[in-house]
């Protein structure tokens, strides 16, 4: 008899078998999860400030009111904040860390094609989530990512679909917001359920 979909599942969540050494810390230095976390820490965040942010011309002031008058406001933006930083800083290391145990190779290359989207995902998401603040600083941040993108061929249409009629003195766009909140977050969500899945497809994880 063939398995049931929810055991099958568990089976890959806590599978009977693993390599020998997978589970030392040394194998993975925790970093794939630690991204993970980080990535649960920014949806659950997000979540909660998209109740009160406003795109366009009140970001700054909705982020201010948030900051002030939201209890706990200050803290779930900064957690979002700083999350944000901490996993472009762990998905780079733990992309360190499959180059160090050469886990890039046969059966994984797949994954590590995955993987390469998740980190330009992970930066562009960063990049958009600074945008949002629609102060002076991302009016600028717009403008030098505006420039860089009309310089590649087509970039021009690109630039529009992706920052809208963004000013030099705002960044924050109701365009830049749909990219952060549901296209970009959404399918880096997609891509990391399928990434793991891969993890198990290709053998699990492979220490040194
Ligand atoms: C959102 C970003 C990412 C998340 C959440 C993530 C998560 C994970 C997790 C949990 C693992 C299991 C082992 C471990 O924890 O190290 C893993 C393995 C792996 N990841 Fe990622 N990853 C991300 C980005 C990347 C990037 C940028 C690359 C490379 C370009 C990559 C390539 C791989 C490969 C090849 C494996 C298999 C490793 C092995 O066989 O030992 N991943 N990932």
């Known amino acids: 008899m063939g398995k049931q979909a929810g055991s099958s599942f568990l089976e890959h969540i ?6 020998l050494g997978a589970l030392q810390l040394r194998a993975t230095f925790c970093l794939g999860g ?3 976390l980080a990535f649960i820490v920014l ?8 109740f009160y942010y406003q795109p366009g011309d009140k970001a700054f002031a909705s982020l201010s009111e948030i900051d002030s008058a939201l209890p706990y406001g200050g803290l779930i933006r900064s957690l979002h904040f700083w ?3 901490m996993m472009v800083i762990s998905v780079f290391l733990h992309m360190i860390r499959v180059v160090w ?7 994984s290359e797949f994954n590590w094609i995955t993987g390469v989207i998740l980190l330009g995902l992970t930066v562009i998401l960063d990049y958009s989530g600074y945008l949002l603040r629609g ?15 009309k310089a590649l061929p087509g970039g021009k249409g690109w630039a529009a679909i ?3 009629q963004s000013s030099p ?17 959404g399918i880096a969500g997609f891509l990391q359920m399928y990434h793991f899945w891969r993890i198990r497809k290709d053998g699990g994880v492979r220490p040194l």
């Open 43 to 50: 949806t659950i965040t997000g979540v909660i400030l998209l």
């Open 14 to 19: 806590r599978p009977r078998r693993i390599k």
């Open 83 to 85: 999350s944000g930083q």
């Open 135 to 149: 102060g002076q600083e991302s009016g600028a941040a717009s403008s030098v990512g505006q420039t860089l993108l």
């Open 162 to 164: 992706f920052f809208g």
């Open 34 to 36: 630690f991204s993970f």
């Open 101 to 107: 145990s050469k886990a890039y190779r046969s059966l």
């Open 169 to 185: 003195v705002n960044g924050s766009t109701l365009d830049i917001f749909v990219w952060h909140v549901f296209i970009l977050a």
